[in-house]
């Protein structure tokens, strides 16, 4: 009796019916017994067709060429093959005296008119499966300009597949997990504090029940890959050809959210992160010497010392000069009036703007497509217009509404601006008191933005407040306004 090698593969899991390994098998070990050959080993596969590298079946090879067995049992050819280069091993094996067979096809290998047969099977098995590569492609790519993400949920948001997946259920967008999203969300936020590290994450998120798409909690890697992910904006983007598709699934992360992230990342990037760094480290410089300030922890109070010791800068504590900032933001502050000036200055400025004019003007145009659409739909039912002239002519006006709607949708973001200019105020307006319950980092950057000159003379703290902040001239302050973006959220938390 022969000894023979029994193969078998699954590629996908929608083509497991009638094929499914199961069946492979049965069919695989009725052909041997009626060959009166024995299967000693089995060797199974499970992936799909575009993955590269199958280690069963590379492995498989190398015990038959070694002579481990007489033969090999395939079930079908598209079975054995995934592409020909494949193939081209396979149909060696006679050759080497190792024989062949495939249950689906009787082939006899030693007959040359057999190997042709076997061959053509294979090109046609390898063509089927390069083609179906090229219609999975061809479909991804048409979900992609939906707006669909045709693969698996990031963490956070859920598939809308079951097992039971209908076409429509799959063309609806990726919902937001409720109870992973707004855990990512919280991610996000605690990276964007600038107190944490990804590393400092691990333990934090696991402590709040983060957990990854097999149930454990987050590595390292998996943090970055959710932390650099535009998905969770509302974009997808393709990662090997930097593809950019407007997703129309719901944002966990706001742009201006995501992008601080990336900055601090960035930042971030081959230094070490110490988790409590001192509030002003590096920030101030002695008046007399001009020599940094280093830091000094004395029981309980830091101190920042000159370096130089014949100066009669010493040391100054971290509180006082915590004091001296909240002075100068709390006389820098906008006051109510100031406040209720400037937004009128603003929207007087605004209702002047082009684009708001531009806006009404293309809303105008796009209501005016949608008529002269609705005119065309009625030359059709009242037979005026043929159904190819209709055609055409509707696809014209469609492009030329999705252009004007892009339009329209850009007139109308930069609009939105005009809102971050009233937060930008309100900010302005609490100086003092977002300072107060802001985080470690968010105080940090304070100091730097808002003052240009930070040192201490003896023991007195100097700070110079920039220009701009001082000044209450909306020419002056609007340059700034995107920048204090990251604020915003500081902000909303003390209007809470
Ligand atoms: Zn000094």
């Known amino acids: 009796m022969k000894q023979c090698f029994g193969y078998v593969r699954v590629s996908t899991k929608k083509q497991e019916e009638g094929v499914s390994l199961d069946a492979q098998r049965d069919a695989i070990l009725a052909f041997a017994e009626q060959r009166n050959l024995t299967v000693t080993k089995w060797f ?7 993955k590269l590298g199958r280690a069963v079946f590379n492995g498989m090879m190398k015990d038959l060429r070694r002579g481990a067995a007489d033969g090999v049992i395939f079930h079908k050819i598209d079975r054995s093959v995934r592409n020909l280069s494949d193939w081209d091993a396979v149909s060696q094996l006679p050759n080497l005296g190792i024989d062949v067979h495939i249950v689906t096809e009787s082939i006899d290998f030693n007959s040359r008119g057999g190997r042709l047969t076997a061959d053509i099977l294979a090109v046609i098995a390898a063509d089927f499966i390069r083609n179906h590569q090229a ?66 994450l691990m333990p934090e998120m696991e402590k709040r029940g983060l957990r990854n798409h097999a149930g454990k909690p987050l590595s390292k890697h998996g943090i970055e890959t959710i932390l650099r992910n535009p998905f969770y904006t509302g974009l997808i983007v393709m990662q090997r050809s930097g593809d950019v598709h407007q997703g129309i699934h719901e944002p966990l992360v706001t742009p201006s959210m995501f992008k601080q992230v990336q900055e601090i990342k960035a930042g971030k990037a081959g230094k070490k992160v110490t988790r409590h760094n001192h509030l002003y480290r590096g920030l101030f410089r002695c008046a007399l010497c001009g020599g940094p300030m280093s830091l000094e922890r004395q029981k309980a109070h830091i101190y920042y010392r000159c370096q130089q010791s014949d100066c ?29 000036k400037l937004m009128q200055e603003w929207e007087a400025w605004l209702a002047k703007d082009e684009r708001l004019a531009k806006q009404r003007s293309v809303a105008l145009q796009v209501d005016q497509i949608k008529a002269r659409l609705e005119r065309l739909t009625d030359l059709l039912i009242d037979g005026t217009l043929g159904k190819d002239e209709f055609n055409t002519r509707k696809q014209r006006f469609a492009l030329e509404m999705r252009e004007k709607q892009a339009e329209l949708q ?16 309100e900010l302005m307006k609490n100086l003092a008191g977002l300072y107060a319950c802001a985080k470690p980092a968010e105080k940090r950057w304070m100091v730097q933005e808002w003052f240009s000159n930070r040192t201490v003379d003896g023991r007195t703290p100097c700070l110079k407040p920039q220009n701009w902040l001082q000044s209450r001239d909306l020419g002056q302050l609007a340059p700034h306004v995107k920048q204090h973006d990251p604020l915003f959220e500081p902000l909303s938390r003390i209007s809470k």
Do not use: W
């Open 312 to 340: 009669p800068t010493t040391t100054v504590r971290e509180d006082n000069l915590e004091q001296e900032v909240r002075s100068h933001l709390r006389a820098l502050q906008l006051s109510e009036e100031d406040q209720a």
């Open 410 to 425: 850009k007139a109308t973001i930069e609009h939105l601006n005009a809102h971050e200019m009233q937060k930008f105020l």
């Open 44 to 50: 199974e596969e499970k992936q799909t067709a575009a």
């Open 135 to 200: 219609e999975v492609k061809k479909g991804q790519l048409g979900r992609l300009k939906q707006g669909l993400y045709p693969f698996r949920a990031p963490i956070g948001y859920l598939d809308n597949n079951t097992r039971r997946t209908t076409p429509k259920q799959r063309d609806l967008p990726k919902r937001i997990c409720p109870i992973k999203g707004p855990l990512v969300r919280e991610m996000f936020e605690l990276y964007a504090t600038g107190e944490h590290s990804m590393r400092s």
